[in-house]
């Protein structure tokens, strides 16, 4: 049980397009769910935190405008990098908490490596 | 102190020892505690988590948990290759659910 699928597993894309990556929760509800960015030989950072039905919170320096957030369901979040460029390469890690778990224990989707040209 | 701390390592074991990866850990955060291994190029994968003082045990897995001294450990028996992982200690911030992770300890496990 709780397993956390993402898609794309891994993305190139030329400089200044978008891309759009989902995180399920497959087999629970999720009740928040999170997004991570991890550079080479760096520990995780949290980009944001979405929770179902309403608007994400993002962490100091993290522009809203450009890393958009939608949490549809309680089984779907989805990431958008809008315009990316170079510096916005990187592996995307989402994770879900169980609904009703008050214990906060993450399960992390298997990353998306994004690579923009 | 940072809210969450770890050693970088790298921690060099051999096959079959005890690897011994430990966190401290300040008064900002919750006292729920979660390790995660992560492979390299691969997301993280919980492995344990502990709650209360004292030790809790899973296959060759420990974890050690003082309350009083602000810190909590892992320990690996047997060690094996496999093993080898950064290992990130992480725990929720006192005032919502986000976890704050350590800068994770690399292992290595030499046969």
């Known amino acids: 049980g709780a397993v956390v699928s993402q898609h794309p597993s891994w993305v190139i894309c030329k400089s200044g397009t978008s891309v759009k990556i989902e995180c399920r929760s497959l087999d629970f509800q999720a009740t928040t769910m999170f997004w991570y960015r991890q550079f080479p030989k760096q520990s995780l950072m949290l980009m944001a935190t979405?929770?179902?039905?309403?608007?994400?919170?993002?962490e100091q320096g993290v522009e809203k405008d450009k890393f958009l957030i939608n949490h549809a369901s309680l089984t779907l979040s989805t990431l958008t990098v809008t315009s990316a460029h170079p510096e916005d390469s990187s592996f995307y890690i989402c994770?879900?908490?169980?609904?009703?778990?008050?214990?906060?224990?993450?399960?992390f989707g298997p990353g998306t490596r994004l690579t923009v040209l | 102190q940072k809210e969450v701390e770890q050693n970088s390592g790298p921690l060099s074991v051999p096959e079959g020892a005890i690897a011994s990866l430990n966190c401290t850990y300040s008064d900002r955060v919750s006292q729920s505690f979660f390790w995660y291994r992560q492979y390299s190029g691969k997301s993280p994968e919980l492995i344990m988590s502990?709650?209360?003082?004292g030790d809790k045990e899973d296959g060759r897995f420990t974890a050690q948990l003082n309350k009083a001294s602000q810190y909590v450990s892992l320990l690996i028996r047997d060690s094996q290759p496999s093993d080898s992982a950064t290992y990130l200690c992480a725990a929720p911030y006192n005032q919502g659910g986000k976890l704050i992770f350590g800068q994770g300890t690399e292992l290595s496990v030499k046969p």
């Open positions: 979405s929770n179902e039905g309403s608007k994400a919170t993002y």
């Open positions: 994770s879900a908490t169980l609904a009703g778990q008050g214990w906060n224990e993450q399960f």
């Open positions: 502990i709650y209360s003082n």
